[in-house]
């Protein structure tokens, strides 16, 4: 049953726009916590709303109201518990990997586990990747998953709680001799690994532009990124594939366009896109 059908009768024809189309649901059979939007104006039916999906996933143990923007260096953002158990880490299943984490310290998306599967299917036995940004691992754990002859997976992360969350989700699933979990800023840590690695993936999609440099000089010289940046319904992928030229000819490197994907909606008409470009030094 959807969770409008559910609530119709308690709610009311003329206030069902005010539940939500879609939530996220992070965790496990074990235990989930939900994570819903509430329209303006709708504020007085967030509980109702949050006991409906409660009563829909009998899984899930608290519902969270998102009560910001992400904000900041760490990319997370405020919540309101609306019903449920006052609890916020959870043990997240994806592809075959567990994830330990808390939605209220660190920046998690469980709508990006099919773009994470994409991104792994394309990585090489042998291969070192380097995924900047890496939060609590998803990007690193699952390409070790998919792609087990992968050399070495370099995930670098800013957050502390997040850098503690990574390198415990490693031990969980078997991934110390496979992920090179850093905490730092990219622009330092990455230094180390210049001209070592064959793939470089970048899932910030505002703010990676500004690092750009940094992947391109980790590449060996011949090398993909898999560049994330933000967009305008109207127009996807202009702006970005000018920033990747732009810091390409910087670099002194050239790009051919692998693939350009819509992954996500970050805003109504404004979407999270990815390219694929191999880059080559000039």
């Known amino acids: ?19 939500p189309s879609s939530f996220d649901i992070i965790g496990s059979r074990n235990g989930a916590i939900a994570v819903v939007e509430i ?7 967030k509980e109702i709303i949050g006991k409906g999906i409660m009563r829909i996933h009998r899984n899930v143990r608290a519902v969270y109201a998102k009560a910001s923007v992400r904000k900041g260096v760490y990319r997370v953002r405020s919540y309101e518990l609306i019903a449920g158990e006052r609890i916020s880490e959870v043990i997240h299943k994806e592809g075959g ?6 939605i209220t310290k660190v920046y998690f998306s469980p709508r990006e586990a099919t773009e994470r599967i994409r991104i792994a299917k394309q990585v090489r036995p042998e291969e070192t990747v380097m995924v900047m940004f890496a939060g609590v691992g998803p990007y690193a754990l699952v390409i070790a998953k998919h792609q087990p002859r992968v050399r070495k997976v370099v995930a670098i992360e800013i957050n502390p709680t997040a850098y503690n969350y990574m390198v415990e989700n490693i031990r969980i699933n078997g991934f110390k001799n496979k992920i090179v ?52 319904e109207s127009d996807l ?11 390409a000819i910087l670099n002194s490197r050239s790009i051919k366009i692998l693939n350009m994907r819509k992954v996500l909606p970050y ?15 000039s």
Not at 97 to 102: A, G, H, S
């Open 267 to 281: 805003a109504p008409k404004i979407y999270k896109i990815c390219i694929d470009a191999l880059v080559i030094i």
């Open 97 to 102: 990997i567990r994830m330990k984490l808390d």
């Open 181 to 232: 979990p850093i905490l730092g800023d990219v622009r330092d840590k990455a230094k180390e690994w210049y001209g070592c690695c064959d793939r470089v993936v970048m899932p910030l999609p505002k703010g990676a532009y500004l690092y750009l440099s940094q992947a391109f000089r980790c590449l060996k010289d011949r090398g993909i990124v898999h560049f994330y940046h933000w967009a305008l």
């Open 1 to 19: 049953m959807r969770l409008k059908e559910l609530l119709m009768s308690e709610i009311g024809k003329e206030a069902i726009k005010c539940v």
């Open 39 to 45: 329209p303006p104006g709708c504020e007085h039916f």
């Open 237 to 247: 992928f202009t702006n970005s594939y000018l920033l990747l030229e732009r810091f």
